[in-house]
């Protein structure tokens, strides 16, 4: 049974010419999210952009709950944010994140986590010196 999110992230799909499909994520205000937009286009055509928009909203939630941002998100945050989702760490990492009826990610799941939020954070950075 699918649910419709409202006032919070959520992961759009958007039909494009030639019935192919791509995905972005939307605010809770309503916009697209410029900079998760700007780095799932990198993967427009794979089939890893649907799976990357999925870690990535998980992400923002969690990031928007913290009250931080890609510019003031830090390494710690981001093992903080790991370790929430079920990643092991050496520090406390805070509240549980992925609460019942949600299981913290397997093995696979955090490596394809930690390479999207790699992939996000580097893209981020580089479009800031771009611009």
Known sequence: MRR???EDFRVQRLLRAGGRCSYTIVRPDGAVDAEADSYLRTHEGSG???TYAYFLVDHLRWRSRERLTTATA????L???MGAVGAMTAMPWGQPWRGPPQRP???SALQI???CLKGFYLHSCSEKKVN
Not at 74 to 77: G, L
């Open 4 to 6: 419709i999110v409202v």
């Open 48 to 50: 890893s952009q649907k």
């Open 74 to 77: 830090e390494m710690t945050d």
């Open 79 to 81: 093992l903080r944010y």
């Open 105 to 107: 990610y397997g093995q």
């Open 113 to 115: 986590a930690a390479a």
